[in-house]
């Protein structure tokens, strides 16, 4: 079992900069591949980037390409995910989603997924 918790999310405007946390309870978080999704108003859940237990290749929606990092602490249970240059599009509630299968999480189905962090960019 796979609890996740999402932080860090917030009022930013237009160019700023944010970084989401999401902290994994369980014994082998090492093991889990993790993704980071959003979801704006009245919009389907759309995938936003995964990585890898080991922390290589990570993979980027294009809308995340260049201005969105996701990175891992194995020590900490946590996986982050660095946004700048924030656009009002970017507006959305973010989720973080953890599967022992990388194909699993980029596609959406995930065993495990956090509660979501409100990102609000103004414009």
């Known amino acids: 079992q796979v609890q996740l918790v999402e932080s860090g999310g917030g009022l930013v405007q237009a160019g700023g900069s944010l970084r989401l946390s999401c902290a994994a309870s369980g014994r082998t978080f090492n093991s889990y591949s993790l993704g980071w999704f959003r979801q704006a108003p009245g919009k389907e859940r759309e995938f936003v980037a995964a990585i890898k237990w080991g922390g290589l290749s990570p993979l980027y929606a294009d809308s995340a390409k260049g201005r969105f990092t996701i990175s891992r602490n194995n020590a900490k249970n946590t996986v982050y995910l660095q946004m700048n240059s924030l656009k009002p599009e970017d507006t959305a509630v973010y989720y973080c989603?953890?599967?022992?299968?990388?194909?699993?999480?980029?596609?959406?189905?995930?065993?495990?997924w956090g509660q979501g962090t409100q990102v609000t960019v103004s414009s």
């Open positions: 989603a953890a599967d022992l299968d990388f194909g699993v999480v980029v596609g959406a189905q995930s065993a495990y």
